[in-house]
């Protein structure tokens, strides 16, 4: 492989490590297959925890007398610090090296998942979910950076990428069934228990096997950035969550979203100013990197906000126990599974562009389905839309991510494959926040003027209208004709904003696959030819990573550039 802008440098010997830190071709042949699976289980631990939660979700409601607003925290507390701290540990793994960032990251996150499988609050549990995302914040920009140090060949690279989206499927796959299973014979606590000897496993196996790589050009960590990012984040998702239970005219709720706003405005000057960013704004100067992480980024929010309100439906509403549950979702993620690597194969052959219009169309079409089900439908009402949403999902990440890390030079990888990440929890969060928060909002104004207008007891009105598994446990108590009429309503209602969550899901997701189809490019481009070389390439080398430019991530030339076809007369030492 060509160093960027000059000369192949010679090749050292087989087991030995090359200047940029990845294996060279006798070490890499040898190991990368082992490496590839601990990077790749390693992400399934991070991926499984917010599936494998999601059915424990109603259980928690039970046991910790958690409400709406509070199981939101307990999955977005985990997705805030996770967004929050991606870009800075990305960065981090690029300047004193991905390897021991990945491997302090499974430490963390091992640690965090023990404290929660024993906490007794739900405030406690969401600052343990918490810890749980700083080291997930290290694990995941450093699986993809690695793997692209592991396969930097664009062949290559495709099949490992597809085979990492795909891992992100079958943590969707399993933690729903695996999850049902551990409920049905241990207590809530075990699905957060089952994570330590997992991240153990990838700690010791990936301190043999991984190569340890970093950017030689690497900038100083950007804490302020970090802080305004988290900050700014966390604002807006409280106001967000918050606003079903104080409602959406506070003025805290309003103040909340509006600081958040301006902290996240913030947040993008003081990175436009900053000598060393956490978040490289020139990325987004290619159309291939940021259409394809705006459109990963909804694929996510509208995949993980429906997951959120779907489970409650399918255990609360149809009555199923945990374990049915995981096995009535597994069919998004075992598509998701097999479409996923599948789906760089149909790019190879039509281009990004239409597959992922498709995929993100199949998506808005999957939860328009799923937001037609009624309090007295059946398993088989959500069906098609489930099969829709995993086919959909699987089509349209795989391209995205490829499109996203190819475009960038592979010493950036870290940093790359970091706002990579923070865009798609970013999404996560998003979609828990928002879906939820226009679920609750519409429960809780079905119900509330029903159960006022009966005087019912203020307790008893909080306990029912912040969650269904409230009203339910109320209904319970009361028994009788009093009691399942309390059911029935609260189902209603319930069902009423889980319709009107997914069609405004479907909407969102709609409208990001027109905007895909726009700007997407269809075709990466062609890689330019090393400006030493005067436009002529040498025999056996296929000029990928020479003649980068600043203005551009990932070698490609600035519109109006010459650099990628001979010059006439005089090289120019500048593009035009």
Known sequence: MSSPGGPARARPEAGETAPSGSLVPGARHRWRGVGLAVLCVSLLVVSLDNTILNVALPTIVRDLHASTSELQWVVDSYVVVFAGFLLTLGSLGDRIGRKPVFLGGLAVFAAGSAASAFCTTAGSLIAARAVMGVGAAAIMPSTLSILINLFPEPAERERAIGIWSGTTGLGVAIG?????????????????????????????????????????????????????????????????????????????????????????????????????????????????????????????????????????????????????????????????????????????????????????????????????????????????????????????????????????????????????????????????????????????????????????????????????????????????????????????????????????????VAAGAVVAVVLIPNRAPSPPVPACDAGSARPGQDGAGAGLTPQQPGGRAPRGSRSSRPPRGRSRSRPR
Request: aromatic content about 8%; some cysteine; proline content about 6%.
């Open 176 to 508: 729903p069934v695996a999850g049902g299973w551990l409920l049905a014979h241990y207590w809530w606590g075990s699905v957060f228990l089952v994570n330590v000897p997992i991240a153990l496993a990838g700690l010791v196996l990936g301190a043999a096997v991984l190569p340890s790589s970093k950017d030689p050009a690497s900038k100083p960590p950007d804490p302020l950035g970090a802080v305004l990012s988290t900050a700014g984040m966390a604002l807006l998702l409280w106001g967000v969550i918050e606003a079903p239970t104080r409602s959406w005219s506070s003025p805290v709720v309003l103040g909340a979203i509006a600081l958040g706003l301006a902290v996240l405005a913030g947040f993008v000057l003081f990175e436009r100013r900053s000598s060393h960013p956490m978040l490289e704004l020139s990325f987004f100067s290619s159309r291939r990197f940021s259409a394809a992480m705006g459109a990963m980024a909804l694929v996510i929010f509208a995949l993980m906000g429906s997951l959120f309100v779907l489970t409650q439906y399918l255990q609360f509403s149809l009555g199923y126990s945990a374990l049915q549950t995981g096995l009535r979702i597994a069919p998004i993620a075992c598509i998701l599974l097999v479409a996923a690597p599948l789906s760089m194969v149909a790019v190879r052959r039509v281009g990004t562009k239409p597959v992922v219009f498709t995929g993100m169309s199949m998506i808005a079409a999957g939860l328009f389905l799923a937001s037609r089900v009624s309090a007295h439908g059946s398993y088989g009402d959500v069906l098609p839309g489930f099969v829709l949403m995993g086919l959909g999902t699987g089509l349209a990440f795989a391209p995205c991510t490829d499109s996203v890390m190819g475009s960038l030079p592979l010493e950036q990888a870290g940093v790359g494959a970091a706002t990579n990440s923070a865009a798609l929890q970013t999404g996560a969060a998003l979609g828990v926040a928002v879906l939820g928060s226009l679920l609750n909002t519409r429960y809780q104004s079905r119900l509330t003027p029903l159960l006022v207008r009966h005087h019912v007891p203020k307790p008893l009105l909080e306990l029912i209208t912040g969650s269904l598994g409230g009203a339910l446990a109320v209904a319970g108590h009361v028994g009788g004709r009093l009691g399942a009429a309390l059911a029935a309503v609260a189902r209603q209602a319930f069902v009423s904003g889980l319709d009107l969550a997914l069609l405004t899901g479907a909407g969102v």
